[in-house]
T-cell receptor, first 112, second 115 residues
């Protein structure tokens, strides 16, 4: 158990819908990262937050957004969902910007 | 830009035999390197990390890796494979970029352990 929690574990929804994935980092970690893992694209970095501020963006679609709240938990919002958004979404956290990342168990999103 | 190449997409070993998972990196900086393991339908678990201290790094579950700057390699080894080692393994380099650090993942090596 890494200490990073993600909810929900599984999410099944329809095309065009909007969902919110939630992540609580390890106690004391200030940085949160979001990744998407799919069979065809592997692990893709989406976005990073540090102490409430966005620090880096990766291959995040405009339909996706994220934020980190004052209590340091983070949410990833996915809207206008398409079939191709079906994937495992991981959250990771680290103490600071350069430390190793600890990954949560993931949320499996299925878009029908 | 930094990059990571995992030289084998699949490796099969017999239980009790040594494991070698190969990773090469390219870097303009003194890199931080990591190995992660992912069991089916699970998150990534940190096995070990290299951050410019000892070149031979010991990790969890009997794994270790050696940083070889001259060969730009960071291969993962284990003396004796166990059935529970069957999983996907990712080599990662941490890259400084625009005031932060970003992980660059290898494409993964799927380890199969035969009874």
């Amino acid at each position: 158990d890494s200490g990073v929690t993600q909810t929900p574990k599984h999410l099944i929804t329809a095309t065009g819908q909007r969902v919110t994935l939630r992540c609580s980092p390890r106690s004391g970690d200030l940085s949160v990262y979001w990744y998407q893992q799919s069979l065809d694209q592997g692990l893709q970095f989406l976005i990073q937050y540090y102490n409430g501020e966005e620090r880096a963006k990766g291959n995040i679609l405009e339909r996706f957004s994220a934020q980190q709240f004052p209590d340091l938990h983070s949410e990833l919002n996915l809207s206008s969902l398409e079939l191709g958004d079906s994937a495992l979404y991981f959250c990771a956290s680290s103490v600071a910007l350069y430390n190793e990342q600890f990954f949560g168990p993931g949320t499996r999103l299925t878009v029908l | 830009a930094q990059s990571v190449t995992q030289l084998d997409s699949h490796v099969s070993v017999s239980e009790g035999t040594p494991v070698l998972l190969r990773c090469n990196y390219s870097s303009s900086y003194s890199p931080s390197l990591f190995w992660y393991v992912q069991h089916p339908n699970k998150g990534l678990q940190l096995l070990l990390k290299y951050t410019s201290a000892a070149t031979l790094v010991k990790g969890i579950n009997g794994f270790e890796a050696e940083f070889k700057k001259s060969e730009t390699s960071f291969h993962l080894t284990k003396p004796s494979a166990h059935m529970s080692d069957a999983a996907e393994y990712f080599c990662v380099v941490s890259e400084p970029t625009s005031g932060t650090y970003k992980y660059i993942f290898g494409t993964g090596t799927r380890l199969k352990v035969l009874a």
